[in-house]
């Protein structure tokens, strides 16, 4: 089945590293998304991974990938007040046409 | 090049009436997706269009939701005979290729009353 689970919050002060996890069900899915939502906007797409990779560093961004496990995390570093969002992890499972599976998303909120 | 653009941002409906909502995809692209984002839940895939086809139905509620991606013009998610929760955020997003980076509209968020 098709699934993706997030923690639904997390709070951190400025300057430190958030991190931000997520689980998938679907070991076929070939590419694994992290999108940022701020309040009222669409989604922004931050970075992806494909499944065949561990790890990808994108500036402040670290996306690290457990495929034994189905786990995907988001690290943030220097966390700064406009990181303050809503991020969504997201996969398409092979063979579905590219649609996405979103998890419920993560609110992060960043404290001066 | 513009992105994908959807119209209108806010929408309010009062119940039993319609709702269109439209989506132009980013140009060169040719496969367009509809979510729907609930209040406070992550979003939920509705439907899956290339031009003048419905490829995926499979998120779309059985009755009174409908969508079409023409020939020309842009994609057309219609709502009938709103109800209260059909208020959410609905979501288009647009692709060159299928299983590739999806890039999203700002939304329109429907309210009905």
């Known amino acids: 089945g098709e699934d993706v689970e997030q923690s639904l919050f997390l709070s951190v002060r400025e300057g430190d590293s958030s991190v931000i996890n997520c689980t998938y069900t679907d070991s076929s899915s070939t590419y694994l998304y992290w999108y940022k939502q701020e309040p009222g906007a669409g989604l922004q797409l931050l970075t992806y991974i494909f499944s065949n990779m561990d790890m990808k560093q994108d500036q402040r961004l670290t996306v690290l990938l457990n495929k034994k496990d189905k786990h995907l995390s988001l690290r943030i570093a220097d966390t700064q007040t406009g990181d303050s969002a809503i991020y969504f992890c997201a996969e398409i499972p092979y063979n579905q046409g590219g649609k996405l599976i979103f998890g419920q998303g993560t609110e992060l909120s960043v404290k001066p | 090049n513009a992105g994908v653009m959807q119209n209108p941002r806010h929408l309010v409906r009062r119940r039993g009436q319609e709702a269109r909502l439209r989506c132009s995809p980013m140009k060169g692209h040719s496969h367009v997706y509809w979510y729907r984002q609930l209040p406070e839940e992550g979003l939920k895939f509705m439907v899956y269009l290339q031009k003048e086809n419905i490829i995926d139905e499979s998120g779309m509620p059985k009755e009174r939701f409908s969508a079409e991606f023409p020939k020309e013009g842009p994609s057309i998610l219609r709502i009938q005979q709103v109800v209260r929760g059909d208020s959410a955020a609905y979501f288009c997003?647009?692709?060159?290729?299928?299983?590739?980076?999806?890039?999203f509209g700002q939304g329109t968020r429907l309210t009905v009353v």
């Open positions: 997003a647009s692709s060159p290729y299928q299983n590739t980076e999806a890039f």
